[in-house]
């Protein structure tokens, strides 16, 4: 490790991988700081992305596919089951070796990935941030960096250190555990999500599977329920009717911050992207390909920038103009529809449900599936249209 870099990115996550990689593709040198021992370990995710997004951002590769989806289940609080097989294809992931990858490819880019290395504050000049204090292998350091990239997930401090507000409402923030589960009699090539009060209160539970008898089985329940019970308790009162005597292979727990992106996501000399930025999908909580997009954008902002020795805030905010343009706009509708959605009571659900049997299943797109359950039910229009006006 050098004492100075172009760029340091904090996190060797998807978003950490990919600002890396384009950093120093337009010929920054770039640092990538992950505090794990290794890169992709442990896994905190379901794994499932749609195929088309994970081909806006990344050429793919058959190893990272544990499983291909073609169709989802929804089942409504009532034991209600929609079937709907759109032509959108899905993947579930294995992460470990997708995380691995993409540093990889940062790394043949140029970057020097380093996993040890444990980021415990920034370096300031007169307000702006200079560089990182870290530990690694022991050792304490500090770096200069001209551009620090905060990649660092959800429970980012980088952010905070440089005095943005990155404080999400607990109730906004989806409480998730999951269960990869084995020896269990799943459809392999569809996901299921349940919903209902009963089941995961303001969110939902996913079964994804992962090859043969083999399953990602978690839930997220709003921050706001997960005091009364938690939701380990839901999931396991799940599994125990759903899969009695299925083997656990991993269990593991996570948030999800489920709100828009934060307002100010760049200042002098530093820049957030991916979780730390909140630039999941509320709705469904998917971040793996807004993470990767945003590192695009913001690898290639921040070489730039330093190349023409100009960090300020002004000149990220190229970063931030961008991503509104790229995915800000859908992430913040999602929002929208998810603080709708969070109001519908299981009766709600139960009805849109069957309103939504009465479409044939190859036409329960997303789109058919919005309108179906919006467009035909009254009480819903005048939800969402106070959310939208
Ligand atoms: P991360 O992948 O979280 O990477 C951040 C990295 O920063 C980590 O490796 C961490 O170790 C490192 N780090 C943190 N602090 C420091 C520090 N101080 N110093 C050095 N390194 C540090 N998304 C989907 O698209 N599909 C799904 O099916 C899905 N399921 C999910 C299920 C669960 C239970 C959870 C919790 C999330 C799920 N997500 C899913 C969300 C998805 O996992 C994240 O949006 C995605 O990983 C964000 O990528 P990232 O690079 O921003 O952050």
Sequence with gaps: MKDRYDVIVVGGGPGGARAAKHAAEKGAS??????????????????????????????????????????????????????????????????????????????????????????????????????????????????????????????????????????????????????????????????????????????????????????????????VYSREKKPLIYLKEFVERRFPGASVLTMIAGGVPAVPTLKKIVTDGLMLVGDAARQVDPLTGGGIVNAMLAGRIAGRVAAEAVQEGDVSTRRLSAYTKEWSKVDGKNNKISYKIKKVVGRLSDEDLNRAARVLLDVPPEKRTALRVFKAVFLRHPKLIVEVSKLFV
């Design 30 to 223: 770039v640092l990538l700081l992950e505090k794990d021992r290794e890169i992709g370990i442990p896994v905190r995710c379901a794994e499932g992305v749609s195929e088309s997004g994970l081909r806006r951002v990344v050429e793919v590769k058959d190893r990272w596919i544990a499983q291909v989806i073609k169709g989802a289940r929804l089942v409504s609080p009532d034991g209600t089951v929609v079937e709907s097989y759109p032509d959108e294809v899905g993947f579930i992931l294995h992460r470990k070796l997708f995380d691995y990858d993409l540093a990889v490819a940062a790394s043949q880019a140029g970057t020097e990935v380093v996993t040890k290395a444990y980021v415990q504050g920034l370096t300031m000049d007169d307000g702006v941030v200079t560089g990182v204090r870290m530990t690694h292998m022991g050792r304490a350091r500090r770096i200069s960096g001209s551009v620090v990239i905060g990649a660092d997930g959800v429970e980012s401090r980088v952010g905070r250190w440089a005095g943005l507000e990155t404080r999400t409402p607990f109730g906004e923030v989806e409480t998730c555990v999951q269960m990869t589960l084995a020896g269990i009699d799943v459809d392999p090539e569809v996901v299921e999500l349940h919903f209902g009060r009963q089941i995961a209160p303001g969110g939902y539970l996913w079964i994804f599977p992962k090859g043969r008898r083999t399953a990602n089985v978690g839930l997220g329940i709003s921050g």
